[in-house]
């Protein structure tokens, strides 16, 4: 049952509570039916999990989504040097905009239709989340961290490092193929 | 208003006008007592007169709110759930609902204060009279440039400082009334009284600081202050030791009295930790010591070491008090904030409290005088000591931790109870093992609040067994913390004022705040040494001026030690305990008032636009956790100060973000002509979370930036932003050509660099406002 529930036992959510990705071929069908997708991404994705950085499959998911990058962790760089539209970009700036129904992106092109977040501090995604909800709720809401996020409209349960590693190499995989 | 200062009951008296019966005659004191400055247009300002310039600066920093909680349970008509565009019962919607909560918190917060400063100015008064003049030390003839700036009253006495409160106290209950449910429902308008609730916070500090320092002593805006001690290693536990804690100096004062007194100076060790030990260090550096800041109660307690804990008002952990019964020490309650259930026994003769606590009839006692506290405190202390050594000596082996660990059950609740999210449960089960090192780890990252204690199904006493295996660090902690010198001399600001305003010196950034760090004290200390080396101004206050001090440089020494106290370039400042946040707000006043001559009194709007535009100034409260800290940082963002918290502060649920990629927001008049001209996004926030210290530090650099820096200035101040940016992020940052203005704004070792980027980007040169955002201050139209 805590797989489902907020890590953080305090963070007690609302009346409506995310929806729950249970298998990375739902997650890329989704996302990849999401439209413009902007990823919020934080300081822990430098975080090492047994084969490479949280940072890589960042990479790889924006690569395969075509989706933007916001960010001020060091992992900037290496999203740069792989060619990424990547902006330094605080995450709750970036989320400020994409409440802006007339923000036309990191590109100029046109609104985000959804947001993934990831490697952010659990409280501080769960924030973001919050008012994403409540003030951009046209927006889709992902969260592909190893915590459960209740305020998203998507969310990973509670995993093991194990299991989180084992979903991130899979959904990959799907977007990739 | 103000008090009545005569009053006359005449039942008869025939006079030639006739027999007058039961006359009743009262006479107010005159308020407004002239001086040289004439007054200015927003004498005591209610809610409603500075709004106008409030809703100017929230329509440049627009309110992101990220609902904490999703629900409303304030009346009897909810819960109501006001999330995804629903309204409560009352008409409330969500965006309305946050910044009512974030309203509540900073009357929590100014209220805070103004109590704090009423009870201190009552006791001041009780004690040195109300005539007591007002000293802020040679060099300050503005002695107290909030209370100027929004009552316009010049404060010569204790007695003037009343009035002030008097005005203070009307605004809070002002601004708490309208959370009552079907009141304001605008939620711009709830904002604006957050901006009006945080600088009457600024007064009400103002005047704590400025009382206690004229009274009692504390350095007077002294560069030098003393070096004090700070840290557990600092302590000699073989002698008796007083514990002081929370934020209401007299009761820490009277304990010290009674030392110097009773010829027992140096025999007991008085020790502190938050802003009380601040100030009792500031009213006498030699007699009393720092532990460390407000996370630090428990991890020191637990040592054993106190015989004594004192506590005042004001962040203090409410259950202290089974922490010290736990150790066998005495405790003393001394604030009516703050009475612990215990029975008061301040009419009672000090030898039966004393009796009492040293034979344990009593463990706990309640003392509103601090005079009494003084001399039970110490006496007890003096008593108990040599019958508590076994605690004191105490030392957690490592085959105890051990024995603890094993009976972790796994259920993971620490983590999950963790507000840091550390990785608790493994660190115990690696000690289970025989490996102490990850458990010593989370040391530095703890911030004492013992959460994964409360969570604990197996009773461990988690925060302990860190402590415990970090213990020869802990109890090494041996530093140096320059006692806190109040104000800014007006002296020196004529020194500074042209420099900052100009650009030259590229800022001054102010560490305030409270100890929730995210990622432990280091970040905070290596931003001040950052900033102190680029030759930036660099101010602290409160739990975030000991952390900084809690570090040392390869030579052994503190940044105190490094860095002079003096109010210019490359300065490491503490200017003292959370009260003296207005020391670092009036500083930007008076350079507008001093330097530039802009008329302080009564003159809030103008001042705040000087500031706004002008006065490059930050500060970074990267531990905020309480409701003072939301109240003091709304005080900032009024008078034109942008904040940034650390990870933490998002849980303040509403940030003030400008938009730098909408060219409009950023116009502002230049007053030499009245045309609107574009200022560039600076500063482009009001109230920033930075999610990691190297954000914040780039963040930093850029919210120094104004309007109207010169171009030697501005030049200055993009290279060390152009400088951190690189360090961090390996290029040049992409919004340079919002921020260059003319050519000779481009550092010139970055020159040919920064041409190709504007190049690219189809940078023309714009002019240099003499910039405002308020029309009447428009010299001449063309």
Redesign the interface.
Known sequence: MWRTEP????EV????KARVLEKPGLAASMLRRAGRVLMIV??RVSEALSSRPVSDYVADIAEALNAHIAT???A??SF?ERGLTV??L????A???V??PD?MGLDGKGCYKAVVVMG?????SW??F??L???A?NVRTVSLDRFYQPHASWSLRNLTTEEWEKFLDELVEKLKA | MSRKDLYVRVKEAATRLGVLKDVEIAVDRILYEEYEEPMGPTPMPSIKDLRSWDLTLLKRYKPFYMPFCELCCLCTFGKCDLSMGKRGACGLDMAGQQSRIVLLACCIGAATHAGHAKHLVEYLIERYGRDCPIDMGEGVGVEAPITRLVTGIRPRTLRDLEDVLEYVSNQIVHLLSCTHTGQEGSALDFESKVLHAGMVDHVAMEVADIAQISAMGFPKSDPDAPLVDLGLGTIDKSKPVIMVVGHNVPSAACIVDYLVENGLLGQVEVTGLCCTAHDVTRYNPKAAKIVGPISWQIRYIRTGIPDVVVVDEQCVRTNLIEEAEKIGAAFIATSEKNCQGLRDRTDDPVDDIVRDLIEGVEKAVLIFEPEKVGEVAVRVAMALAPKRRSYKESKASRERIIEYAKQCRRCMNCVRACPNNLPVMDAVNAAAKGDLKPLAELYEHCIGCLRCESACIADLPIHSLIVWAADERFRDEAFKVRSGRGAIKDTEIRAVGGPIVFGEIPGVVAFVGCANYAYGGRDIYEMAEEFAKRRYIVVASGCAAMTIGMYRDEEGKTLYERFPGAFDAGAVINVGSCVSNPHISGAAVKIANIFARRPLRANYEEIADYVLNRVGAVGVAWGAMSQKAASIASGFWRLGVPVIVGPHGSKYRRALLGRKDREEDWYVYDARTGKRVYGGPAPEHLFYMAENKEEAMVMIAKLCMRPSDTTKGRAIKLSHYIDLYRRYYGELPDDIHLFVRTLADIPITMKEEILAYLKEKGWKERPIPDPTLLPRLIRRRV
């Open positions: 890590w953080l036992k305090a959510p609302g009346t409506k934080g300081h001020t962790s060091l900037y760089r740069r902006a330094w605080s995450p709750i700036e989320a400020h905009r409440t802006d923000w952010l501090p659990y409280y501080m924030l973001i919050s008012g909800k409540n003030f709720m």
